[in-house]
């Protein structure tokens, strides 16, 4: 059996991503202990009664000290105060990261406040689901899901290699980028399409000539999947909209456009365009099914899963 890659992980905030990094790094045995910090005192007595792992502190400061991997996993608003609660607590050598959506807020959060001799390595694991809380991680969560690490320039290659190997003896497949080049990347394929799915069923429930009743009795598979994405935690998402506004700015006006030249194409009966349009997309689906980041299968292979 191979050794373990760190002696000791920090996970701080147990929610569904926090939880499931805790399952799946003991389900793997990448680390030899674990300590789990949550300021939510049902939050970390549920992780307690679940047993998933071998230390629980209130204060984030106490769970840090002697750990080799920190990683945060709280709404992207709330790194800084991690950053400070945890900065004269961590050992030389420490890795310190993250699993924001955002990455070039988190950078400018968290590196001021951190040590000279720990090394700050941001990242994303673009995986997830509408649950969360202690009880909604499970180990496979990133099993064949990419996980983003964005390294400075300067970033150690030994401290990132072991970082790297982290998320992929997790199951996850890795791809380094800048933070920047995350952010527009991210607004493109999830934050944009999270705030058109909150703004449809926003739409739906305010209609006034369709009650609540008739939306959810007769909600076809579209909107049901949309149902979905609004689900997730609002926390998160607010944070996620505020922190990386101009990139989602910026993809939502060429979203606008778009959507206006769709409009004309209805109003004016253009099909041809409408075709050629509808064939584009559903080549991007057959990719991501092909490339294993979905199921082909009747609602997308996710019955009976969380």
């Not at 709280?74 to 607590?89: N, S």
Request: aromatic content about 8%; charged content about 25%.
């Amino acid at each position: 059996m191979a050794p373990a890659l760190f002696r000791k992980l920090t996970v701080i905030g147990i929610g569904l991503i926090g939880s499931s990094i805790v399952r799946a790094a003991r389900a793997y045995e990448l680390v030899e202990e674990i300590t789990i910090a949550d300021r939510d005192p049902a939050h970390l007595e549920r992780a307690r009664e679940l047993g998933i792992a071998d230390r629980y502190c209130l204060d984030a400061g106490e769970a840090v000290e002697d750990a080799d991997l920190v990683i945060a996993c709280v709404p992207v608003g709330a790194v800084e105060q991690v950053a400070l609660a945890i900065k004269d607590h961590l050992k030389p050598g420490a890795i310190v990261s993250d699993v924001g959506s955002v990455k070039g807020s988190v950078v400018r959060q968290m590196q001021p406040h951190l040590p000279a001799g720990v090394h700050f390595i941001p990242a994303h694991p673009v995986a997830g689901t509408e649950y969360s809380g202690p009880d909604a991680g499970f180990a496979e969560l990133f099993q064949n899901r990419w996980s983003i690490v964005c390294p400075f320039e300067d970033s150690d290659p030994a401290a990132l290699d072991r970082l790297v190997g982290f998320w992929a003896g997790m199951g996850a497949n890795v791809e380094c980028m800048s933070a920047e080049r995350h952010d527009l990347v991210l607004a493109i394929t999830s934050h944009l399409p999270h705030l058109i799915a909150y703004n449809i069923v926003g739409t739906a429930a305010d209609l006034e000539k369709v009650t609540e009743g008739e939306i959810m009795k007769f909600s076809a598979g579209g909107f049901r999947d949309f149902t979905r994405i609004a689900a997730s935690d609002p926390t998160m998402w607010r944070d996620v909209f505020l922190h990386n506004k101009d990139a989602v700015l910026e993809v939502l006006g060429r979203f606008q456009e778009d959507l206006f030249a769709l409009q004309r194409q209805i109003r004016w009966g253009e099909g041809d365009k409408l075709f050629n349009l509808f064939t584009r997309t559903r080549a991007i689906r057959k990719g991501i099914v092909t490339m294993g980041q979905d199921a082909a299968a009747p609602d997308f292979g996710r019955s009976g899963k969380k």
